[in-house]
Nanobody, 124 residues
C-alpha cells in the first residue's frame, strides 16, 4: 500500500504559476501510474493529468493542455504538477492518485490510492 501527501497549493493571481508535489511512502512510485485530479466547490472530481510508471506516456485534460505538466522523480518518490498561466477556473482542491492498472486512465474509479488534497486558489 502507498500513502500520498500533496503539497504546494496556495493563492496565486491569474497568469501565475504553482508547482504541486505528491510525496509517496510505503511503496515505490515506479510501481504505479500516477494521476492528478481536481474538485471545485460544488462540482465532481475531474481528471487533470496522468503519467505512466515508466515516464514514457502522459495524458492531459483538454482544459489544461499546454499549461500544466506532470512529471515524476522516482528517486525522490515524488510526482509533480507544474501549473502555468493559471486561470480562476483552475481553483479547486487538487488530489494525486496512484493506480496499479497497466494503462493510463482518466477515470477516478480506476485509481486505488489517494492523497488528501491541496487547495489551489486563483484570483482574477
Amino acid at each position: 500500500q502507498v500513502q500520498l501527501v500533496e503539497s504546494g497549493g496556495g493563492l496565486v493571481q491569474a497568469g501565475g504559476s504553482l508547482r504541486l508535489s505528491c510525496a509517496a511512502s510505503g511503496r515505490t512510485l515506479s510501481s504505479y501510474n500516477m494521476g492528478w485530479f481536481r474538485q471545485a466547490p460544488g462540482k465532481g472530481r475531474d481528471f487533470v493529468a496522468a503519467d505512466s510508471r515508466g515516464g514514457g506516456s502522459t495524458n492531459y485534460a483538454d482544459s489544461v493542455k499546454g499549461r500544466f505538466t506532470i512529471s515524476r522523480d522516482n528517486a525522490k518518490n515524488t510526482v509533480y504538477l507544474q501549473m502555468n498561466r493559471l486561470k480562476p477556473e483552475d481553483t479547486a482542491v487538487y488530489y494525486c492518485a496512484a493506480t496499479s492498472a497497466p494503462v493510463l486512465h482518466d477515470e477516478d474509479y480506476e485509481y486505488d490510492y489517494w492523497g488528501r488534497g491541496t487547495q489551489v486558489t486563483v484570483s482574477s
